[in-house]
C-alpha cells in the first residue's frame, strides 16, 4: 500500500486566505494517501480553516501556533517579516509527527505545502517513494523561472543548483523543492527549522541535519519536468470596502 504524504501547510488570516485554502484543498481531495496538517497562525482554531477542513473529505489534523508579535516588523503585508515566515508553524506539525507516529510502523513522506503555491498532482506520486530526501525543480522562485538541482549526467546524481540568488548555502533550495522520508525523520529527533538561520536558510538548516547533497534522490525525470509553482497571490484592492461596512453591506463570511 501507499505510504501516506503529510503535507504541511502553515496559514494564516487575509482577505485571500480563504481562496487560496479552497484552491489547495481541491488540489488535495485529489492525492490518495494524502494527510493534510494545516497549523494556522493563530491563537485559536479559526471557524474558515474548521469547516474548510470537515467539508473538504481530506483526512487531516488541525492545529495552531500564533508568531509572537516582536516577531513580526510594522510595515507593508508580505515585507515585514525580521524571523521567517510559517517556522514556528512548521515545528509545530513537525513536532505533532514526532508525538503521533512511529518510525517502525509508519511509512510516509514530509512535505512543506505553503498555501500560495501551484501543485501539479504529478509531483505526489514522485515524492511518494522518497527514501531519504528527494528534490526536483521548483517554478517561479529565486529570480528565475525554473530552480532545480543539477545533476552528473554519468551517476544521475545531484551536484549542485542552478540557483543565482543566494547559491552558496548548503541547500540552496525552495521549502516546496523536497520531501523528507517519515521515518527518516522521526529517526533523527534533532531536524527541525530555526529560528536563527539567515534569510534563505531554513531549507538547508533542516536538510542539513538528514541528508548531503550526494545522497539526494533527484525526482520528476531527473529534474527536468516542473510539478510545482512558487506563485504568490497579489494583494487585493479593498479601498471600497470601509464604505461599504459603513453601509452595512459588508458581504464577506
Ligand atoms: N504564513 C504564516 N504566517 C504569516 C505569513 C505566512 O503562517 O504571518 C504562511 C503562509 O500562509 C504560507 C507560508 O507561511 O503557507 C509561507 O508564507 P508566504 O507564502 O507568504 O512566503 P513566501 O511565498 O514569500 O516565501
Ligand atoms: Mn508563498
Redesign the pocket.
Known sequence: HLPIIYAI????ARAV?KA?LTRLSHTMMLVPNLHWVI???AESPSTLVSNLLKNSGITYTHLTAA?PQEW?LPGKQ?EQ?KKP??VL?RNTALQWLRNNLNADQDQGIIYFA????SYSLELFEEMRDTQVVSVWPVGLVGGIMVEKPLLNPKTGRVTGWNSVWSPNRPFPVD?AGFAINLGHFLRHPEAKFSFEAPRGHQESVILGHLTTRAQLEPKADNCTKVYVW?T?TEIPNLKYEEKLIKRGERTDE
Open positions: 501547510t502553515p496559514t494564516y486566505q487560496e497549523v494556522e497562525d508568531t513580526k508580505g517579516w515566515r510559517g508553524q505553503d498555501d500560495d503555491n521549502m512558487h504568490r
